[in-house]
């Protein structure tokens, strides 16, 4: 069984990612798991960078083959805000519902297809080798007039995706799991590992 070390502190990530890698043959491992308690500056000016920053900073640090995400919103309107500063928009221990209220505000009178927005996920997976392979998924949706739903975490709440009539939010974890950018992102994930550990 191969390890795989998840260079993530976030447990709702863990939760998403563990349920979506069911994979016998690996053994999801997190940095609390393994004792490690590392502040990983993340300095990098893109999703991509960010997640190769952690996923190697974790590899080398531990001799395993690191997995890294880095996600976030993107709001068009605003520019592609809050982007990769998704989890540091206006302070990074501000609660999500002063994020979402915050954003709603700044698109007031903003109608129909101006409000588009996605969520990314950037996943990069490092091997001990020093070869780093990234992937991308994204979920198209618009910004929600009011947070619905309590499932989820983050900006869950006001990203309502039409095919679906829901926000993320709103969605059983199920649903988004199968349609999410962290979902897609990890469907690649899952095709790197099995092409490199056969």
Known sequence: MKEIIFATTNQNKVREVGMMCNNPDLKL???KDIG???DIVEDGSTFEENAIIKAKTIMEM???IALAD???????????EPGIYSARYLGEDTPYSEKNADIIRRLEGVEGSDRSARFVCAMA???PDGRIRTCRGT????IDYKEKGTNGFGYDPIV?????????????PELK?????????LEQVKKILEEELQ
Do not use: Q, W
């Open 29 to 31: 491992l997190t940095l």
């Open 36 to 38: 490690l308690d590392v």
């Open 62 to 64: 531990t001799g395993k």
């Open 70 to 80: 880095d996600s976030g919103l993107e709001v068009d309107y605003l520019n592609g």
């Open 125 to 127: 997976v490092a091997f």
């Open 139 to 142: 979920i198209e949706g618009v």
């Open 160 to 172: 309502y995706v039409p095919e679906y009539g829901l926000t993320t939010g709103e969605m059983e």
């Open 177 to 185: 799991n199968s349609i999410s950018h962290r979902g897609k992102a």
